[in-house]
């Protein structure tokens, strides 16, 4: 890869990211007044906006526009069996282990395969990759006191206290729980939901029956899920309490291939025109698979902090079905009248984080450049988010406040505000009010000035470009709708 980027790099375009995005409202620490709640983030005016029209986007080509997909909104709490069917009680865990003399808590798989990276930086190509594939086979085999002598027999350091003093590696269970009704023993010991696609698989029969699908068919949904990670870091990236976009897909036993090789594509694509350049996306394979699964992807996206998973496409078998069947003691199956057999569909899964998806958008959005020449090089800053995507798609700018230009900038507002998200601005000079528009990544910015109040039309700036030009007032409706609609996204897919 060209141009590999060095740590201190990596965390000061991270950093930036952060400082920028909380100072224009778009996301902040939760619970700040109080020092914050560790990878716990709250979303602000523009924030709220922007994850609001990434969540309708995805909605919108999942499921208006696949005839064979439809919605659900299931709830967060769910039976407690669900949890022990689908495995996540006995295996949904991260191997932690703690460090005696900085009292940090660390991820041992996370540890390890950073050190394995410093190697393979370092040129020890070969020694990094034997240790990362030692670390893989002996987390299979789940012996953990032999992941902690691979950790002393590398004299794998502590960052934060430069020593090897660890505790043993221990399983940590990942889901949060909580009680139940007013009973504080174990029976009303509940979840709350790490992933959620269970919602979706106790609930196959009745939306397909109710929603009157054939298999093939998907169901999908947008909500939170919660996981207690060990190591929480690089900002939105990795949470506690997140937001997650998923599609179960059912098919026959036997079609799930050619399923997941049409949803691969199909995602990627989506990732395409959203505007995420080519070079900065690529497609991982699984080498170690889930217990659910007989293949699987991410999609990935280069972050300041290297390629890292956005989406995952898994192809699940009939896992989740066939193991809620047996738990529930009611019947999966689905009738098939084309070939006149009972069957337990098999899934294929779309699954992307919502904040995942906000991230990589600021990123690839971010765009510093010089701007002027000689002594009047100064730096622009902006987020060049698709207007589609926007949170506010145009700024309406009386040139002053006076001579009736106000009175002129709401009429102007007030046509516009039923279809567009808008801000009305008269105060302080223009040049301050593009700049400001530019760092919240408002596309247009529509200034009204003397001419308008003789001929009706208005300037209009471009974000990007920084050019304006004179259009009538009668005609921003339609730039607006053409510029911010979604049509143009769907229309590359
Ligand atoms: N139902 C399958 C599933 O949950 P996953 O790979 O664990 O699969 C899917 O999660 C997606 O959810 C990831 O690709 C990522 O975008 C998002 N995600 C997972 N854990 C997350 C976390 N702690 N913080 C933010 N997003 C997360």
């Not at 991270?14 to 920028?20: E, S, T």
């Not at 590696?169 to 709350?192: E, H, P």
């Not at 007030?414 to 998200?421: A, E, I, K, S």
Request: net charge negative; hydrophobic share 35%.
């Amino acid at each position: 890869m060209a141009n590999k980027k060095s740590k201190g790099e990596e965390n000061n375009e991270l950093k930036k990211l952060i400082a920028h995005a909380k100072e224009y409202g778009y996301v902040y620490p939760s619970s700040e007044i109080y020092d914050g709640l560790q990878a716990v983030y709250d979303y602000g005016a523009y924030g709220s906006e922007l994850k609001n029209n990434l969540k309708r986007l995805w909605w919108e080509c999942m499921v208006r526009l696949n005839e064979n997909v439809v919605g659900l909104d299931s709830a967060i709490f769910m039976h407690p069996t669900t949890w022990k069917a689908s495995g996540h009680v006995d295996s949904f865990n991260d191997p932690m282990v703690d460090n005696k003399d900085s009292k940090k808590r660390y991820r041992a798989d996370v540890l390890i395969e950073e050190y394995a990276e410093s190697l393979r930086k370092a040129g020890e190509v070969d020694k990094g990759n034997v240790i990362e594939s030692e670390m893989n086979q002996l987390l299979e085999a789940e012996d953990l006191a032999a992941v902690k002598d691979l950790i002393e027999r590398e004299d794998i350091k502590c960052p934060i206290s430069g020593t090897c003093n660890w505790t043993d590696v221990r399983q940590f269970n990942l889901m949060f729980d909580t009680q139940i009704g007013s009973v504080a023993d174990d029976s009303g010991k509940i979840y709350l939901r790490p992933e959620t696609a269970q919602g979706i698989f106790v609930n196959f029969l009745n939306v397909q029956k109710t929603a009157r699908q054939k298999v093939p068919f998907g169901i999908a949904q947008i909500g939170k899920a919660f996981r207690n990670e060990i190591v929480a870091r690089q900002f939105i990236f990795r949470m506690r309490e997140f937001e997650q976009m998923e599609m179960q897909f059912f098919v026959r036993p036997g079609e799930e291939m050619k399923w997941f090789e049409h949803w691969k594509s199909v995602r990627l694509k989506w990732h395409k025109a959203l505007g995420v350049p080519e070079d900065k996306l690529r497609i991982h394979e699984h080498e170690k698979l889930a217990h659910y699964a007989n293949a699987a992807v991410d999609i990935e996206f280069e972050f300041p902090f290297g390629f890292k998973e956005v989406e995952g496409i898994h192809s699940r078998t009939d896992f989740d079905l066939k193991q809620h069947q047996e738990f529930s003691k009611k019947k999966m199956q689905y009738f098939d009248p084309e070939i006149n057999q009972n069957y337990i569909p098999y899934v294929v899964e779309t699954s992307i984080g919502a904040d995942r998806l906000f991230l990589m958008t600021l990123f690839n959005a971010f765009v510093e450049e010089e701007v002027g020449e000689g002594d009047k090089v100064k730096q622009r800053t902006y987020l060049k988010l698709h207007p589609a995507l926007a949170p506010i798609k145009a700024a309406i700018l009386p040139l002053t406040k006076k001579d009736g230009l106000p009175e002129k900038g709401r009429e102007i507002f007030d046509r516009l505000r039923f279809d567009f998200n808008l801000i009305y601005e008269d105060t302080q000079s223009i040049g301050k009010r593009y700049t400001r528009q530019d760092l919240i990544g408002t596309p247009f910015c529509i200034a009204v000035d003397h001419q308008t109040l003789e001929d009706d039309t208005v300037t209009i700036r471009h974000r990007d470009t920084t050019e304006q030009k004179r259009v009538s007032i009668d005609a921003l409706h339609a730039r607006l709708s053409e510029a911010c609609s979604f049509t143009r996204i769907f229309e590359q897919l």
